[in-house]
């Protein structure tokens, strides 16, 4: 009966300190004013609507969160438990989203990392999508700008968000920006060539697709 009462009071005590763990950024996340986009159409957000996913502290720890991830101001945001919108105070070292949707990647779920070097506009605080992992990533980096323009027999401007992306090698603690198409990938894998060459001519890479990107890479950075 002893052990029993133990195992529930262990038990009870688990399921605390996770829900703690859950809810800390309710308590310590800073609070986002989204009026502040109210002058231009569209929204920042690289998927309008909140997903579930994962975000990953310095320690490791992973833990689950409803999430947005504005591409405008390159930052990530979570909904408190009053459905507010919140911006993370702590350090993250990743993040996951639960996207299915095929114009942003057919990859799911999308996987997030950052401290690469800094290059273009990009920091080492950017966030980079994950496609491929191993000797030489492939990393995608989604943004968004804003545009004006002015309709006819209109005086007043109108600013909208346009999204962009851009794919980029990291190899050799190197960030390189990249073209995928056939020209480019023999040049990345020139090391290779040969054998990329047949296996570009066996398998039927789709250079837009991320799934097929990914076993390519896969494929590549298996080799010896």
């Known amino acids: 009966m002893r052990k029993a009462f133990f195992i529930t009071c262990m038990s009870l005590l688990t399921f605390c300190i996770q829900a ?16 502040s986009y109210t002058d231009i159409e569209g929204d ?7 997903a579930t996913g994962t975000v990953t502290l310095q320690n490791g720890k992973n833990v689950g969160a409803t999430l947005k991830f504005d591409i405008y101001a390159d930052r990530l ?6 459905s507010e919108t919140l911006e993370f105070i702590d350090k993250l070292t990743g993040f996951t989203l639960n996207i299915t ?8 779920p999308l996987v997030f990392a950052n401290n690469f070097p800094a290059v273009d506009k990009q920091t080492e605080n950017s966030w980079y999508q994950v496609i491929a992992d191993g000797k030489v990533k492939l ?15 209109s005086a007043t401007n109108v600013k909208t968000f346009v999204p962009f992306q851009f794919y980029y090698l990291f190899r050799n603690n190197q960030m390189i920006k990249t073209s995928l198409n056939k020209k480019s990938i023999l040049k990345a894998f020139d090391d290779y060539g040969l054998q990329t060459e047949a296996y570009l001519k066996s398998n039927n890479i789709n250079f837009k697709s991320d799934v097929d990107l990914q076993k390519l890479f896969a494929w590549y950075n298996s080799l010896n």
């Open 77 to 82: 945001l979570f909904q408190g438990k009053n």
């Open 20 to 35: 703690k763990s859950q809810f800390r950024y309710d308590r310590q996340g800073r609070p986002i004013n989204e009026l």
């Open 101 to 108: 949707n095929t114009e942003i990647s057919n990859i799911s």
């Open 139 to 153: 990393l995608k980096y989604y943004g968004k700008q804003t545009s004006e323009s002015r309709a006819f027999n």
């Open 44 to 50: 920042p957000y690289l998927a309008t609507d909140w």
